[in-house]
């Protein structure tokens, strides 16, 4: 049997590898060592190699080797209908790609679009000018303005297809004795 025995996975979480031989369980450190980063046990225990007993490796898989793309997207338009009115609009949409399928709980990628409008409105007010030229202690240069601002925004989260959040997997892999 060979002392070292290869997971095939990646930043496996720390304690979570689990070692028998024969139906007994083995003690970290002293039957065996685990590199948590590349996945790989190896068995230190001479009388367990040598003994030709299965041994059973089980572990936890939550591989956070998921890097992510994220790209976000952005148009702001504005137009001004005439000397008093201008609208404008603006849409952005934020998405992420992972690495891999698997997508750990709580880092699920997101597919958001945000929408808004808004208008302003603007226009020189003779009659409020004059009315506060008549109060005494005030004196106005210039014509006043009325102003009306508004706007409205909207965000739409979407789900990607196929990207929906999976448990936390275990593996098992069996050596023949």
Request: charged share 20%; proline share 7%; net charge negative.
């Amino acid at each position: 049997m060979q002392s070292e025995i290869s997971l095939g996975a990646f930043n496996i979480p720390p304690g979570s590898v689990r070692v028998t031989a024969g139906g007994a369980l083995l003690v970290e450190g002293r039957d065996y060592t685990v590199d948590y980063s590349t996945g790989r046990v190896r068995i230190l225990n001479d009388a367990i190699l040598s003994s030709g007993v299965p041994v059973d490796v089980s572990y936890e898989d939550n591989t956070i080797f998921s890097l992510q793309t994220k790209t976000m997207l952005g148009l702001r338009a504005d137009y001004e209908v005439n000397d008093n009115l201008a609208v404008g609009g603006t849409f952005m949409q934020l998405f992420e790609r992972p690495f891999t399928q698997k997508v750990n709980i709580g880092e699920d990628p997101i597919n958001n679009r945000i929408y808004g409008f808004d208008a302003t409105y603007n226009k020189p007010s003779g009659w409020l000018t004059r009315i506060l030229d008549k109060l005494p202690l005030f004196s106005t240069n210039a014509p006043l303005e009325r102003e009306c601002d508004g706007g409205n925004g909207h965000s739409r989260p979407r789900t990607q297809p196929g990207h929906q959040p999976e448990p936390q997997r275990e593996g098992r892999h069996r050596v023949p004795g």
